[in-house]
């Protein structure tokens, strides 16, 4: 336990350093020293047992460090097909690689390249979920269906397809996005747009804990 509260000072304090978002500081910093904080027995059974230490790790350094504030999961989302719109879920199981059917499927154009909607918009209309068969719908439809290839199309380009991959280069940069409420707030946006797999709410601002947010 005093493990874990020295780690959430040092992540205190290379936020202050960095002038960053204390959020985002503690999971690039957690990502470095992960072997270094163990969370209470009963935090981890919730969190899905070993397999999510990381976050677990991760929100309970958060906690410490902001022990004044009372802060939750309020929001857990997955996305079957990426740059999709996707689910919001309730209960959700977590491994090593994220959440189990999250970005499953990816949009291929032309050339064989991965396009988002970044570049394609029109992707968001688009709704992914699981079936009752743990297999991607695209509107309802299975991902690999001819009526979900010509909903693709027609939100990219004429031979866009839809591919599976499981693989861990599915992802951008990590597994999970974690946002805080304060952050969303100073986005001044939908929260859907930051396409996060789980919101925290009960942080003021970006929960920086420099000079800036006093």
């Known amino acids: 336990m005093q493990q874990a509260g020295r780690q959430a000072g040092a992540c205190t304090n290379l936020a202050k350093r960095r002038r960053v978002p204390f959020w985002l500081c ?16 009963p935090c981890t059974r919730l969190a899905g047992g070993d397999q999510a230490a990381s ?45 189990v059917g999250d970005r499953v499927v990816q949009v291929y154009d032309a050339h064989g390249r991965i396009v988002t909607a970044r570049r394609f918009p029109r992707l968001l209309r688009l709704r992914a ?5 743990g ?24 031979r866009a397809r839809l591919e599976r991959f499981e693989g861990p280069e599915r992802f951008d940069i990590l597994p999970l996005l974690v946002c805080t409420d304060g952050a969303v707030s100073m986005f001044g946006r939908d929260v859907r747009r930051l396409r996060p797999n789980i919101l925290i709410g009960g942080v003021d601002g970006a929960g920086d804990s420099g000079p800036a947010s006093r």
Do not use: N
């Not at 929100?59 to 079957?80: E, H």
């Not at 001819?146 to 380009?157: K, Q, S």
């Open 129 to 133: 979920m699981l079936g009752p068969e």
């Open 26 to 41: 503690t999971y690039d910093h957690l990502r470095i020293h992960a072997q270094t904080v163990r969370a209470p027995q």
């Open 135 to 158: 297999e991607p719908l695209v509107d309802g439809m299975p991902w690999d269906s001819p009526e979900a290839a010509a909903r693709v199309e027609a939100a990219v380009a004429p």
């Open 55 to 99: 976050l677990t790790r991760f929100i309970f350094c958060l906690t410490l460090a902001k022990a004044r504030r009372v802060m939750k999961v309020v929001g857990i989302w997955r996305y079957p097909v990426k740059s999709m719109a996707g689910e919001r879920l309730s209960v959700v199981e977590l491994t090593g690689a994220g959440f």
